[in-house]
């Protein structure tokens, strides 16, 4: 493993905890006595992405180039939603049980795949799929008998991150980085200020503090996983993003006041664990 090799696989990784550190950040303000609706905090991770997407194309001297506008929007659609369904989820259950299933979006991605695209069908990924689904049903422990219907959220986020980054894939083969960003905020921050508009509002300083540090913490997590995967080959960056169901699993009673994982909470982040990594290994050989 070269310098450059060695470097981009610590940036994912960094990547993966700067995500799980902005939902930690979330809950830290609800120990804090703050009452932020989710919807603020969606809000300001698009208005300080979009901010720092225009700084960023304004020092470079960059363009957006449109070509497929369908694309652009249904990513940005997408992944509104998502992180609006994610940030729910870790208001109303536990930071771990948030990240976990809502690194679930490599599974729907393989079952979209074989709903929407003959070629791409793989009964292996499918078989894998449904193993992968038995730790779903362990996360969300219906063997409580006390069902928390607030954990389809964070279920919801997995699902609609599937369709984001399926469009994702569609958008890079022709748009550039800065503008599928340009969208993706850009739109993002009109989508949440229209549904939530009710909700918007003039932070306190001490709000405020929570609002940038979680919003900043997600960006700086979107620029190492794109600087890492320069560096690393599919399959590293992809089983090192889905450490973020172990971190989770392991830091969440110690910086989040997550309680602990159950033996079957545990079986199921392993399951789905084992599951992204065995999908991405095949993808990536394929």
Aim: hydrophobic content about 55%; aromatic content about 16%.
């Amino acid at each position: 493993m070269d310098t450059k090799n060695t470097l981009g696989c610590l940036a994912v990784f960094g990547s993966a905890f700067c995500f799980y550190l902005a939902t930690v950040i979330i809950k830290w303000s609800g120990m804090a006595g703050l009452k932020i609706d989710s919807s603020l905090f969606t809000f300001a991770r698009f208005v300080v992405g979009f901010a720092t997407v225009l700084l960023v194309m304004g020092i470079g001297g960059k363009k957006i180039k449109i070509v497929k506008k369908r694309f652009l929007i249904g990513r940005a659609l997408g992944n509104c939603l998502a992180v609006y369904c994610f940030f729910k989820g870790v208001e109303l259950t536990s930071v771990a049980q948030a990240n976990i299933l809502n690194m679930t979006y490599p599974l729907f991605i393989a079952l979209f795949s074989w709903i929407f695209f003959r070629r791409q069908r793989d009964p292996v990924a499918i078989f894998i799929v449904i193993i992968a689904f038995a730790g779903i049903w362990l996360i969300l422990d219906p063997g409580s008998m006390a069902f928390d219907f607030n954990s389809l959220w964070a279920l919801g986020s997995g699902i609609s991150a599937a369709v984001a980054i399926m469009y994702l894939n569609l958008s890079r083969k022709v748009h550039d980085t800065n503008t599928t960003l340009f969208f993706m905020f850009g739109v993002g921050t009109v989508i949440v200020f229209c549904l939530f508009y009710d909700q918007m509002r003039l932070p306190s300083v001490e709000e405020l503090k929570y609002l940038f540090w979680c919003s900043a913490s997600a960006i700086a997590g979107q620029y190492l996983l794109t600087v890492g995967f320069k560096y690393v080959t599919a399959i590293e960056g992809g089983i090192i993003s889905s450490t973020r169901i172990l971190l989770a699993a392991m830091l969440g009673p110690f910086i989040a006041m997550d309680p602990s994982l159950s033996l079957s909470g545990w079986i199921g982040a392993f399951l789905i664990f084992a599951a992204n990594v065995y999908l991405t290994t095949r993808k990536a050989k394929g």
